[in-house]
């Protein structure tokens, strides 16, 4: 049970003192709020842990299904709602910032309609455990388990006023800026470890942005004291030195030094001067959550020593040591809170759950299917100009789109021509490591095309923060081998973002990556090809486009539609002459999910994409001397794919063969083959079969790549194989 429950009028005033004893050398004096603000703060103090044992009542009860607390940090996380503004500035809350939604506005219902998983739970509407905090209408955004994530998109956030502003086309298209809004993020002192934590600091104090960061520093990430977490056991330590930043430290169980404090920090970013950090003291009194006993690991003599500083308590004995309220009215406040959460319980409890067809609700956007005619202008396309590459016509597209939309920003690691602006006339440019993103940067400029640090889930997850305020982010990371460290923001921030909210936010962005082999020369870096990694998360869309129209009107597509796309651009195929395509109009698209086919066939179909298209096609002209007719499918869309495709080519060849880059076991090509046994088998004269690259690395010799990676020689003899089968 609760380590610590509201006590009475004398507990309160016997913690006052032993507080100030202990701090009588040290704490200064502080001039007290108005009457009314300081009962407003105790009364949202207190609503807070209530909350608290409410929930950790009913957990046992298995009336709701998990718990964890924002004891302890009440004062401060009250100070924050109070020096901050609801529906005007920003929110990225973690899992104990309680007090701060209830001093913003949630309601204790909505916090229990959450705890019960309701559907009319506004955080989640059921999806997420309590405690993930997220409002619409306050402009919190929803928040999720991982450790600091939060903080890149924060910083996005923040990033995108700050662009919106150098960008006069923006302010005709997107109205909900405003020119001292602050972004608020918090986070305790175990995510300080985390490296987005200081990419976040980097990229906040590197732009000034008008970013808040507050760290509530209750001395334990679950078990793990703080000394064992930092250097030197104390994080604003070791930041003090980053430009631009305000530091600011506090007794965060002092909700009157907190609000100081709090203020002059909010303040200090309304005036555009930078990113502040204040490093908040609270304390745990609870465990870590109802799946955690701090028994096991702290000493009573510790907590005895956090309970002496108990910020409920210790406001309680204030007001009354200063005369704000007598104990008669500071228990009425108790009684009146008491009686809203039990009767907000009763509510919470008879309410609702989503109903179980709602599930697949909201993966992808309800609003915008990139999949519809609407985005299919394919036929009948009509073609200009001298024939480009895959890269020209990538560049064309993303140069039309900007011109058409002022939102598009491109962003990543080398995509400007020039970061030094000074030099632009003066140097060619380089326009990314391909040189996809070539003269962007001058046609358009340095707000809407620039360079990111060398760090990848800080491009992703600032991008996630840009596209949730209305901006249309086209970032790229470099090389698809070096995608990895940006996996929690795509997995479990990016590609969830709306079904967690319950379509109340989304983060439409694309992500550009090059990808793939055949480089003579790759090797083990920079020829990795692992898309089922990807194209199993739901809520992403995943395109591989063979050849330069396609790119052109699936790049267009993936930037007009309203949901996440990794958009995997194959190195070898960027300058093939064979792959070359004339200029569609501006409004060219290809929808997602249908294939092409790139060749017609009796006696095999071959399903592919990306690099194998080609070397499919030679082998089958091949093939087709020795009186073998092979059909080709280009999948071209993975996440969707064109399964009707699919299953019309099989039902007419019965025979059939997946080729692709990945490796075999667990490759892309498995989930199409064994659904082709699943709901084609009764078509099928032959068993399915794969052509995949070997359950190994790409090596740099180039013997050794050719012996890895699939080769036209091994498509002729798997059709060789099947059609003598």
Not at 547 to 554: H, P, R, V
Not at 657 to 681: N, P, Q
Request: charged share 25%; proline share 5%.
């Amino acid at each position: 049970m609760c380590l610590l429950v509201a006590a009475n009028m004398n507990t309160d005033t016997k913690v006052l003192k032993l507080v100030r004893k202990s701090e009588a050398t040290e704490a200064p004096e502080h001039e007290l709020p108005d009457h009314k603000l300081l009962i407003e703060m105790y009364r949202t103090m207190y609503m807070s842990r209530r909350l608290d044992d409410k929930e950790i009542q009913l957990k046992p009860q298995n009336r709701i299904f998990f718990q964890i607390s924002g004891a302890g940090h009440e004062a401060v996380l009250v100070a924050a709602g109070v020096a901050l503004k609801p529906g005007y500035d920003w929110f990225y809350p973690y899992y104990r910032d309680r007090a701060l939604c209830l001093q913003l506005g949630m309601t204790p219902l909505e916090m229990l309609l959450s705890a019960v998983g309701a559907e009319a739970d506004p955080n989640s509407h059921g999806r997420q455990m309590p405690s993930h905090w997220g409002h619409k209408k306050l402009n919190i955004v929803s928040q999720s388990s991982p450790t600091g994530t939060q903080l890149l998109q924060a910083v996005g956030c923040a990033e995108a006023s700050y662009r919106y502003n150098l960008i006069p086309e923006l302010q005709k298209r997107i109205s909900n800026f405003r020119n001292d809004e602050v972004t608020y993020v918090s986070l305790g002192d175990g995510t300080s470890s985390e490296g987005e934590f200081w990419e976040a600091l980097n990229t906040a104090s590197n732009l000034k942005l008008p970013v808040v960061f507050l760290l509530e520093d209750n001395g334990y990430a679950i078990s793990v004291p703080v000394e064992v977490q930092t250097a030197g056991g104390d994080v604003s330590r070791l930041i003090e030195n980053f430009p631009s930043l305000y530091l600011q430290r506090c007794d965060g169980t002092d909700a009157i030094e907190s609000l100081e404090v709090m203020r002059r920090a909010v303040d200090y970013c309304r005036q555009r001067k930078g990113p502040a950090f204040v490093h908040a003291r609270v304390i745990r009194p609870y465990s870590h959550s109802l799946s955690d006993d701090e028994k096991l690991y702290r000493s009573d003599e510790e907590r005895a020593t956090d309970a002496e500083r108990d910020p409920v308590k210790r406001f309680g004995a204030l007001l009354i040591d200063e005369g704000v309220l007598d104990q008669d009215e500071l228990q009425q406040i108790k009684d009146e809170v008491d009686r809203i959460i039990n009767e907000a319980t009763d509510v919470a409890l008879s309410s609702e759950q989503p109903a179980r067809d709602t599930a697949m609700m909201y993966i992808f956007s309800p609003d915008v299917d990139p999949c519809s005619k609407e985005f299919d202008t394919e036929d009948g396309v009509q073609l200009s100009g001298n024939p480009g590459t895959m890269v020209d016509l990538i560049n064309r597209c993303l140069d039309t789109e900007m011109a058409r939309d002022p939102r598009i920003v491109v962003f990543g690691e080398d995509v400007a021509d020039c970061s030094r602006e000074q030099y632009l006339d003066d140097v060619k440019g380089k326009g990314g490591v391909f040189k996809v993103t070539a003269n962007l940067q001058r046609k358009y400029g340095s707000a809407r095309v620039f360079n990111s640090p060398l760090a990848e889930a800080n491009i992703v997850g600032r991008a996630i923060g840009m596209a949730t305020r209305g901006l249309k982010p086209v970032v790229e990371i470099q090389f698809f081998d070096y995608i990895w460290p940006a996996m929690h923001q795509i997995r479990n921030e990016l590609a969830l973002l709306r079904w967690r909210s319950g379509n109340e936010w989304k983060s439409p962005v694309v992500m550009r990556v090059p990808i793939g082999g055949y480089l003579k020369g790759g090797a083990v870096y920079h020829s990795q090809s692992g898309v089922s990694t990807f194209t199993q998360i739901p809520g992403l869309r995943v395109i591989y486009p063979s050849n330069a129209l396609d790119a052109n009107g699936l790049l267009r597509t993936a930037i007009r539609s309203d949901d996440p796309v990794l958009f995997l651009e194959h190195k070898h195929l960027y300058r093939q002459a064979y792959n070359k395509s004339q200029y569609p109009t501006d409004d060219f698209m290809i929808p997602f999910g249908k294939a092409k086919k790139i060749r017609e066939g009796t006696d095999i179909s071959i399903i592919t994409y990306g690099a194998l298209v080609q070397r499919s096609l030679v082998a089958a002209k091949k093939m087709e001397q020795e009186g073998i007719s092979v059909e080709i499918i280009d999948l071209r869309s993975l996440m969707p794919f064109d399964w009707n495709a699919i299953a019309e080519s099989v039902k007419k060849t019965n025979r059939v063969i997946v080729a692709h880059e990945d490796s075999l076991s667990f490759g892309y090509g498995a989930e199409i083959a064994a659904r082709i046994t699943d709901e084609l088998f009764e078509y099928l004269d032959a068993p399915v079969k794969r052509v995949c690259a070997l359950d190994s690395f790409v090596a740099y010799a180039p013997q050794l790549e050719d012996a890895i990676l699939p080769q036209v020689s091994d498509v002729a003899n798997a059709i060789s194989e099947l059609k003598s089968y």
